[in-house]
């Protein structure tokens, strides 16, 4: 079997001497055949490129844009999964990170970076593909702010899916007009689709059903922030952060230096800031995303917003459970966007991208009710997202905050922070700026502008209850059969209920009568679930 492998010929002397005459012509000539054959074996037998691998190759991508799935070319998928993998070491602590923030006493003009140029503004935010909402609405109150993007500022090509309720969140909060939420609609759709493993389905409305652009969306708002007096520094890394008593000091990587009284930092996930403040440990849980936006679909006219079509299954050594949410895509009638997506801890036999999408290629035909031979793939979507129980993150230094994705505020069972930045952006525009006017700028008074929310502690537990564990003595089925009792039960309880929950807001009432409602319905489940959410290898929820 040459398989995976390449069958070398050694030609090397025994004991440093030849066995045969080097200028004997037969050894000559069984030499160049040798050679011949090993270099032939080892073309025949290189690595087959995988499906994964040669469709995303196929595809013309553009340039790649800041923010959660904005590079879809085959390269940046392995560093992403080269990202996954480190953290998924047996080490718990990962490499030491960055010092990236630190603090001096006195103030910033004894500094030695007071000779130099400073451009001075009263906030600094740092990530600006979601970053952008929180400055352009601090702006808007009369702040002088700067941007700081390592990119190109502007939005992704695929698709955000948000309902019309969220994104009404941005008019309020001073971002958007009215007028500018159609302009951004790329496509609207109803109804929307729950269901688990062929145990019925639970059809609602208007939830994530808007596919916003976010090139347009960022656009707008880009012209606004601007048109108020805003700076973007685009293409411009942060190098280091200086507390002072008096201002924070930013210098970057390409040599600007600006002091702010506040610095934001929306890096999302992997904020350099974050890794030091978290001392780089390795998250609690990982949501694995894969997916594809893909023309061809005849039946394009409603959405899932979760639907698992199989039980537990087995990638690699790992245990998965598999979910899908499906939405029409604004570029074609034809055109849809399917997400698969799991929940792991993660470890060395976690799963890799790459492995998720064979198995998405195998598996999505048969969810969609398509053939893949008709389909023609747009881009490939992927990502990851990490998320920890410690969450939100408090404040660490005076006069940072960390905001977003950066901040953990969104839901552990989610994927993407933008609707939850709308959920929250009011609350914190209208916070920092009391903060920033009343000099409110130590780590505590900043802390509670990110406090303890007990709906995130109740989302954790059913992100262990949708994580697949190995040798957990549950049933395959028990996760969609949890599921399933649960939506019944909460549709049982009415929309006020039931919405909440598939728009990522738990809320203790509902819960605590969906629970009482599941325990009532079917009590036998009650050991299962013991078994899966506390006994996950990974102590307590």
Partial sequence: MLSGTTMMVSLRPF??????????????????????????????????????????????????????????????????????????????????????????????????????????????????????????????????????????????????????????????????????IEEVTAVSFNPNR???????????????????????????????????GGVIFEGCSVSSISIYNDAAILQLAEGNILSSRLIIDAMGNFSPVVKQIRGGRKPDGVCLVVGSCARGFKENSTSDVIYSSSSVKKVGNAEVQYFWEAFPAGSGPLDRTTYMFTYVNPQPTSPKLEELLEDYWDLMPKYQGVSMDSLEILRVIYGIFPT???????????????????????????????????????????????????????????SLLNPYMPNLSASWLFQRAMSAKKQSNVPLDFINELLDINFKSMQRLGDPVLRPFLQDVIQFGPLAKTLGLVMLTKPQILPSIFKQVINNGRGTP
């Fill in 15 to 180: 004991n440093g001497v030849s066995p045969y005459p080097s200028k004997h012509p037969l050894v000559h000539r069984n030499r160049q055949t040798a050679l011949r054959g090993t270099i032939y074996m080892s073309a025949q037998t290189q690595a087959v490129p995988s499906r994964t691998q040669r469709i995303m190759e196929s595809i013309s991508v553009s340039g790649e844009v800041g923010g959660a799935g904005g590079a879809y070319s085959y390269n940046a998928l392995k560093r992403l999964d080269g990202i996954w993998s480190s953290i998924c070491s047996t080490q718990t602590v990962q490499q030491a990170p960055q010092q990236v923030v630190s603090s001096f006493p006195g103030v910033s003009s004894r500094s030695v970076l007071a000779e130099k140029q400073v451009d001075k503004c009263d906030v600094v935010v740092c990530g600006g593909t979601l970053g952008i909402f929180i400055a352009t609405a601090l702006i808007a109150k009369g702040l002088k702010v700067c941007i700081v993007e390592r990119n190109i500022l502007k939005g992704r090509e695929q698709e955000w899916n948000i309902s019309r309720k969220e994104l009404m969140e941005l008019v309020e909060a001073g971002i958007l007009d009215e007028d500018d």
């Fill in 194 to 228: 729950c269901g688990f493993e062929n145990k019925g389905e639970i059809w609602v409305e208007d939830i994530l059903n808007l596919g916003v652009s976010p090139v347009k969306l960022i656009e707008i708002v880009k012209k606004r922030f601007v048109s108020f």
């Fill in 388 to 446: 920890y129980r410690d969450s939100p993150l408090p404040a660490a230094f005076n006069r940072v905050l960390q905001f977003g994705d950066a901040s953990g505020i969104q839901s552990p069972v989610s994927f993407g922070g933008f609707g939850s930045l709308t959920r929250h952006l009011g609350r914190l525009s209208n916070g920092i700026y009391e903060a920033i006017d009343g000099d409110f700028l130590d780590s505590y008074s900043l």
